[in-house]
C-alpha cells in the first residue's frame, strides 16, 4: 500500500496562531483526504483534496478555517488557522490506493493551549 | 444517507479468549466496509475489508469478518486474542461505494487483560 509521512506528529500552538501539516506521499494518488479525531471521538472527514481543484469540504467545515493546497499527485498540506482550544485533535492525512483501498498516515496531535 | 454504528465502546476480554466487536450498517446502496485498528499514539491500520464476492473476508493479525447484507452487518471476529490485540478499533463503510470518504463508527475499545 502507498506509504504516507505526516509532519509534524504533534505540536503545541498558541491560540489564535496556525498550524500547518503536510503530508507526503510516495506514490502518485488522486484523492487524498484529511479527517480530525476529536480526543475520545471518532474520525470525522474535514475535506477531499483532488490534485488540480479546488478541496470539497463536508458540512461544518469552512476553507477559511482549515485552507488545504493540493500543489501535486504526491503531497497536500492542511491549516489550521485561528487556533482555539476546541482545535485540539489528531489530524489525519490519507489517500485512495486502487488496490488497498483507503490509507491513513500516522497522524498528527494538535494541542492548543 | 449512510451511518455506522458500533454497538459496543469497551470489550474487555480475557488473553486468548475469543472475541467479537460488532458493527452495524445503514445504506441505501451497496457499499464497501472496512476494520480499522488504532493502536496507541499511532494512526489508523486498515485489517480487512469487504468489497465484493464471499461474505467471510480474513484480514491481518487472524482477524476476520462476515458481512450479512441482510442484518446490515460487519461484525469482526478473533478466535484466540493476545495482549496486543489491545486498542481501539474501527468500523467504516465507504460513501456510495468504491475507495472514497470514509464514514467511521464511533470505535471499540478492545482491552486484553492477561
Known amino acids: 500500500s502507498a506509504v504516507i509521512s505526516q509532519k509534524p506528529s504533534r505540536d503545541i500552538c498558541q491560540r489564535g496562531t496556525s498550524l500547518t501539516i503536510q503530508c507526503q506521499v510516495d506514490?502518485?494518488?488522486?484523492?487524498m483526504f484529511w479527517y480530525r479525531q476529536q480526543p475520545g471521538q471518532s474520525l470525522t472527514l474535514i475535506a477531499t483534496a483532488n490534485q488540480g481543484s479546488e478541496a470539497t469540504y463536508e458540512s461544518g467545515f469552512v476553507i477559511d478555517k482549515f485552507p488545504i493546497s493540493r500543489p501535486n499527485l504526491t503531497f497536500s498540506t492542511l491549516t489550521v488557522s485561528n487556533l482555539s482550544p476546541e482545535d485540539s485533535s489528531i489530524y489525519l492525512c490519507?489517500?485512495?490506493?486502487?488496490?488497498?483501498?483507503?490509507?491513513f498516515g500516522s497522524g498528527t496531535r494538535l494541542t492548543v493551549v | 444517507a449512510q451511518s455506522v454504528t458500533q454497538l459496543d465502546s469497551q470489550v474487555p476480554v480475557f488473553e486468548e479468549a475469543p472475541v467479537e466487536l460488532r458493527c452495524n450498517y445503514s445504506s441505501s446502496v451497496s457499499v464497501y466496509l472496512f476494520w480499522y485498528v488504532q493502536y496507541p499514539n499511532q494512526g489508523l491500520q486498515l485489517l480487512l475489508k469487504y468489497l465484493s464476492g464471499s461474505t467471510l473476508v480474513k484480514g491481518i493479525n487472524g482477524f476476520e469478518a462476515e458481512f450479512n447484507k441482510s442484518q446490515t452487518s460487519f461484525h469482526l471476529r478473533k478466535p484466540s486474542v493476545h495482549i496486543s490485540d489491545t486498542a481501539e478499533y474501527f468500523c467504516a463503510v465507504s460513501v456510495s461505494g468504491g475507495y472514497n470518504k470514509l464514514i467511521f463508527g464511533a470505535g471499540t475499545r478492545l482491552a486484553v487483560h492477561p
Open positions: 490519507s489517500v485512495r490506493d486502487s488496490l488497498y483501498g483507503i490509507t
Open positions: 506514490s502518485q494518488v488522486t484523492m
